[in-house]
């Protein structure tokens, strides 16, 4: 009995192709976000500048404008209210306070005064202003040792050039989900940097599976042009990695939408990731290959040549 396949195997999709127009297009995409992110900067959560989150439930229906009134007098700067969830759900973000830590649960105790004990206060957090920039700080670490630890790994196992390649299409991603966050003005937390680097653990997967077909093919094919070898490489690999991105994109438009405000901006990036991870994967990383001029020498093992 044959089963139905949703996607076609055996395809034979002229990838290289496209590839200058591809290039050309990330390069764009990928200067459009460093000029969002000059010009428009990240929208930093509680857990970069500091200050005060506070989730609470109503008993009825929330008042958005009366809740802001009875906190607009206490002098705290800068109050953010937003109904999320069920009508009686609401986050409440106030900027950092002066005094350090000590100045936050005062803080705290003000809103909570002002408010009154008929609510329910599910969540509290509280971050001084260097607890935030020690944070930031330790994202960009994080980000960048992930994507070394990546080109050494990809380098061993293959060689220089496929390190290179899977590098650079991972930046591309980085880059691309940080201008997309910049230009919607989405909230740039910490699970927003655990999301970029499940994107690059995501997009190197994927980008080996491809490498992975394409030394196979080398080795295999010792006499095939190589815009021809990388297409059916790629070719190879498709099913799989059409039907990886769409059952995972399927998840997290679950998480997206039903998950809640907490994880809405951890869910969006990693949407927007596997996306733009898939991209990546075919029309940056082996197209490199070429640009970098792959040599077959280090990976042929001596069998005959055959023809696909």
Same mark, same amino acid.
């Given at each position: 009995?044959?089963?139905?396949?949703?996607?076609?195997?055996?395809?034979?999709?002229? $990838?290289?192709?496209?590839?200058?127009?591809?290039?050309? %297009?990330?390069?764009?995409?990928?200067?459009?976000?460093?000029? $969002?992110?000059?010009?428009?900067? +990240?929208?930093?959560?509680?857990?970069?500048?500091?200050? #005060?989150?506070?989730? =609470?439930?109503?008993?009825?229906?929330? *008042?958005?404008?009366?809740?802001?009134?009875?906190?607009?007098?206490?002098?705290?700067?800068?109050?953010?209210?937003?109904?999320?969830?069920?009508?009686?759900?609401? +986050? =409440?973000?106030?900027?950092?306070?002066?005094?350090?830590?000590?100045?936050?649960?005062?803080?705290?105790?003000?809103?909570?005064?002002?408010?009154?004990?008929?609510?329910?206060? &599910?969540?509290?957090?509280?971050? /001084?202003?260097?607890?935030?920039?020690?944070?930031?700080? @330790?994202?960009?670490? @994080?980000?960048?040792? @992930?994507?070394?630890?990546? +080109?050494?790994?990809?380098?061993?196992?293959?060689?220089?050039?496929?390190?290179?390649?899977?590098?650079?299409?991972?930046?591309?991603?980085?880059?691309?989900? #940080?201008?997309?966050?910049?230009?919607? /003005?989405?909230?740039?937390?910490?699970?927003?940097?655990?999301?970029?680097?499940?994107? @690059?653990?995501?997009?190197?997967?994927?980008?080996?599976?491809?490498?992975?077909?394409?030394?196979?093919?080398?080795?295999?094919?010792?006499?095939? *042009?190589? *815009?021809?070898?990388?297409?059916?490489?790629?070719?190879?690999?498709?099913?799989?990695?059409?039907?990886?991105?769409?059952?995972?994109?399927?998840?997290?438009?679950?998480?997206?939408?039903?998950?809640?405000?907490?994880?809405?901006?951890? %869910?969006?990036?990693?949407?927007?990731?596997? =996306?733009?991870?898939?991209?990546?994967?075919?029309? =940056?990383?082996?197209?490199?290959?070429?640009?970098?001029? +792959?040599? &077959?020498?280090?990976?042929?093992?001596?069998?005959?040549?055959?023809?696909?």
């Amino acid at each position: 009995m044959r089963l139905v396949s949703l996607i076609p195997t055996g395809t034979k999709f002229d $990838f290289m192709r496209y590839r200058k127009m591809a290039g050309k %297009s990330s390069i764009a995409l990928a200067v459009l976000s460093a000029v $969002f992110f000059v010009v428009l900067g +990240l929208n930093y959560g509680i857990d970069f500048r500091g200050g #005060i989150l506070m989730e =609470i439930r109503t008993q009825g229906p929330a *008042d958005i404008g009366e809740l802001r009134g009875r906190l607009s007098t206490l002098g705290l700067g800068e109050v953010q209210m937003q109904a999320f969830g069920n009508e009686t759900d609401v +986050l =409440i973000r106030i900027e950092s306070q002066p005094g350090g830590e000590k100045g936050l649960q005062l803080a705290v105790g003000v809103v909570k005064g002002a408010l009154g004990t008929d609510l329910d206060y &599910r969540r509290t957090e509280t971050v /001084g202003p260097k607890v935030g920039g020690e944070l930031i700080e @330790a994202g960009i670490v @994080a980000v960048l040792l @992930a994507l070394s630890a990546m +080109l050494i790994y990809i380098w061993f196992r293959f060689e220089w050039q496929f390190g290179v390649g899977a590098v650079v299409a991972l930046t591309h991603d980085v880059i691309l989900t #940080i201008g997309i966050f910049s230009l919607l /003005g989405l909230e740039f937390n910490l699970s927003t940097v655990a999301a970029i680097l499940t994107i @690059a653990g995501y997009s190197i997967n994927d980008t080996v599976v491809v490498y992975d077909r394409v030394r196979e093919n080398l080795r295999k094919y010792k006499t095939m *042009d190589l *815009d021809a070898l990388l297409n059916l490489s790629i070719n190879d690999t498709l099913s799989r990695t059409i039907l990886t991105s769409v059952t995972t994109l399927l998840a997290l438009l679950a998480l997206f939408i039903f998950g809640g405000e907490v994880i809405k901006g951890f %869910s969006f990036a990693m949407i927007w990731g596997v =996306i733009v991870g898939t991209y990546s994967s075919i029309w =940056i990383a082996v197209p490199l290959l070429v640009y970098m001029k +792959l040599k &077959r020498g280090g990976l042929i093992l001596g069998e005959a040549d055959e023809t696909p």
